[in-house]
């Protein structure tokens, strides 16, 4: 099992660029998260998913879209990158309709826009 | 507005010692409360969780312990070691809607030999 993926695994954008940030998973999970992490603001979610073809808006959706049109991948997109959308880029993925609340998390993305 | 709130955000801890990371919380509908840990360029990975009817709860040298009146959770390390130097999460998980989780800000936890 190769757990939560995510692709790339580094980016740098200029402003005004736009890309998209995928996640996979191959553990048959319902839901799925997109996180960002900065220092001093710990771990923010962008958007979530409680299963194939539903999104739901996060606590810092703004700037970001997101698509869940296979049960096993996460898409993040930026349309227009910002400054301040430099971030490390975090997709989880848990299993809460089973009774089992732990989330795996990938790698991670870090994303610099100039 | 901070709903887990996390302290310090910063330790250094001499290899041996005992290091103690704490959180608070105000949202009574919290009804699982886990550890993550994230070392350097990883994702975080559960550590330990705790629900709270229970008040202690330890896994090797990672304890947690659960003050649910004072609302309040920390996560002890004994005999800390330079391996266990990382960057610690708590959370809590919401039991209605969706379940979300809100993680704290995080604690850098530097162990020195």
């Known amino acids: 099992n190769a757990g939560v993926t995510q692709t790339p695994k580094f980016r740098v954008l200029k402003t005004g660029q736009s890309m998209t940030l995928l996640c996979a998973q191959d553990?048959?999970?319902?839901?799925m998260y997109w996180y960002r992490q900065d220092p001093g603001m710990g771990l923010r979610l962008i958007h979530y998913?409680?299963?194939?073809?539903?999104?739901a808006k996060g606590e810092v959706p703004d700037g970001y879209n997101v698509s869940r049109l296979k049960k096993q991948n996460f898409l993040l997109g930026l349309e227009s990158a910002a400054p301040s959308q430099t971030s490390v880029y975090f997709c989880?993925?848990?299993?809460?309709?089973?009774?089992?609340?732990?989330?795996?998390f990938g790698p991670g993305t870090r994303l610099t826009v100039l | 507005q901070q709903q887990v709130k996390q302290s310090p955000q910063s330790l250094i801890v001499q290899k041996g010692g005992i290091s103690i990371i704490n959180c608070a919380y105000e949202?009574?509908?919290?009804?699982?409360f886990p550890w993550y840990q994230q070392f350097p360029g990883k994702g975080p990975a559960l550590l330990i969780a705790i629900r709270p009817d229970v008040s202690e709860k330890k896994e090797g040298r990672f304890t947690i312990s659960f003050n649910k009146s004072a609302k309040q959770f920390s996560l002890h390390i004994m005999d800390s070691q330079p391996g266990d130097s990382a960057t610690y999460f708590c959370?809590?998980?919401?039991?209605?809607?969706?379940?979300?989780?809100?993680f704290g800000i995080g604690t850098k936890l530097q162990v020195i030999p």
């Open positions: 959370a809590a998980k919401n039991s209605g809607g969706y379940q979300k989780v809100t």
């Open positions: 998913s409680v299963g194939e073809g539903t999104t």
């Open positions: 553990m048959n999970h319902e839901y």
């Open positions: 989880a993925s848990s299993a809460p309709g089973q009774g089992k609340y732990e989330q795996f």
């Open positions: 949202n009574t509908a919290f009804d699982y």
